[in-house]
Antibody
Framework: QVQLVQSGGGLVKPGGSLRLSCVAS????????INWIRQAPGKGLEWVSC????????YYADSVKGRFTISRDNAKNSVYLQMDSLRAEDTAVYYC?????????WGQGTLVTVSS | DIQMTQSPSTLSASVGDRVTITCRAS??????LAWYQQEPGKAPKLLIY???SLESGVPARFSGSGSGTEFTLTISSLQPDDFATYYC?????????FGQGTKLEIK
């Protein structure tokens, strides 16, 4: 069955860095784009970034451009989100999701808290 | 960027009611719209893709319609499990954007 298992969240100080991981199983990983989507506490969903399956084309929301880097390793069925220069407003639950346009399978979410 | 506006923000209804949630896009997105259901503390769940296609395993009481800039999600007969928050999302162009959400509450 399709699974996306996330890791790497936690508490970090403003200006710090964190790397999120998303390991996939149950499908041909390179056939799919992967999105990162976040949700601040008590707020709605915000699309963050996306990476294509084979040519590794990337896209970012303006709010994270220049600070976050998405990457993938198809040999490890994994996608990563490197988050640098973190700000308080980056505090959120971060989800990875499989995408063929819409997001049909989601990871369990991982909480990132940016606070001094 | 394409702005997605959902209405209402909150909807109070009873079990058995028929309810409709509307999502408007700031420019045409063809039919590249998805609807998600989110329960507290859980990841969103895909209900509808391409505006009107029902995701596998989703009950037939959920339906979607629309194209261009106006879209609706209809639940034909509310069940207890349906009280949750619903989001639309356009995937016509980056950055992909979500509506602000509609919280469906028990009346």
């Amino acid at each position: 069955q399709v699974q996306l298992v996330q890791s790497g969240g936690g508490l970090v100080k403003p200006g710090g860095s964190l790397r999120l991981s998303c390991v996939a199983s149950g499908f041909t990983f390179s056939d799919f784009y992967i999105n990162w989507i976040r949700q601040a506490p008590g707020k709605g969903l915000e699309w963050v970034s996306c990476i294509s399956g084979t040519d590794y084309t990337v896209y970012y929301a303006d709010s994270v451009k220049g600070r976050f880097t998405i990457s993938r390793d198809n040999a490890k069925n994994s996608v990563y989100l490197q988050m640098d220069s973190l700000r308080a407003e980056d505090t959120a639950v971060y989800y990875c999701a499989r995408a063929l346009g819409s997001n049909d399978y989601w990871g369990q979410g991982t909480l990132v808290t940016v606070s001094s | 960027d394409i702005q997605m506006t959902q209405s209402p923000s909150t909807l109070s209804a009873s079990v058995g009611d028929r309810v409709t949630i509307t999502c408007r896009a700031s420019q045409s997105i063809s039919n590249l719209l998805a609807w998600y259901q989110q329960e507290p503390g859980k990841a969103p769940k895909l209900l509808i893709y391409k505006a009107s296609s029902l995701e596998s395993g989703v009950p037939a009481r959920f339906s979607g319609s629309g194209s261009g800039t106006e879209f609706t999600l209809t639940i034909s007969s509310l069940q207890p499990d349906d009280f949750a928050t619903y989001y639309c999302q356009q995937y016509h162009s980056y950055p992909y954007t979500f509506g602000q959400g509609t919280k469906l509450e028990i009346k």
